[in-house]
């Protein structure tokens, strides 16, 4: 993936991921439980979660998942549908007047494909949503995508490379990349 970085397991540096993570749970599973109609409790809420006080414009809608929090940053007039997940320790950058349908996952983190490498690393790479981008539901975004301004992602689509400005893209047919090695003796 472009812009990957790798965070080795078992570090410091991968413990206080970790540790992050479990707050972050603790934190949005509160969020979820909040009376909806409650904003100043849901916009505190949010300013713990992600580490800085976010727009009031931004509309995040419940459930919401988030496993870091600290690598998510937002534009102006955001709208954000139930059951999203975002995965965010590679950094999101979402734009403003961006619409994220349901269910929509923004991944950047990952393991390497190579078996006897998957539990040594977490990869992570950036995803940047331009602005007035809208994500229909559904759809995944990989590790170190961009997507262009004015696109569209429509519904259940897996994005695993940039959106070109002012585009529409949809669900791709499946397609075998590699042939992996068999995994050698586990330790």
């Not at 690598?71 to 007047?97: H, K, M, P, S």
């Not at 995944?140 to 519904?155: E, K, L, N």
Request: hydrophobic letters at 40%; aromatic letters at 6%; a neutral charge.
């Amino acid at each position: 993936m472009r812009n990957e970085r790798r965070l080795p397991t078992r570090t410091p540096e991968s413990r206080a991921f970790a540790e992050r993570v479990q707050i972050v749970m603790k934190l949005t599973s509160r969020l979820n439980m909040l009376p909806f109609d409650d904003l100043d409790a849901r916009r505190t809420m949010l300013t713990e979660i992600f580490g800085r006080p976010v727009p009031d414009s931004l509309s995040i809608l419940p459930p919401f998942h988030c496993d870091y929090g600290l690598g998510a940053t937002f534009g102006e007039r955001v709208f954000i549908n139930q059951g999203c997940f975002f995965l965010d320790f590679g950094g999101i950058t979402i734009g403003d007047r961006v619409l994220i349908g349901p269910r929509v996952t923004l991944s950047t983190a990952g393991h390497p494909v190579e078996l006897d490498e998957r539990r040594e690393f977490i990869t992570h790479a950036p995803i940047v949503i331009e602005d007035d981008v809208w994500i229909g539901a559904a759809a995944t975004v990989t590790p170190g995508v961009t997507i262009g301004h004015g696109s569209v992602v429509g519904a259940g689509a897996v994005v695993a490379k940039d959106v070109p400005p002012l585009s529409v893209v949809t669900a791709t047919t499946i397609v075998e990349r590699k042939r992996l090695k068999p995994a050698s003796a586990a330790p």
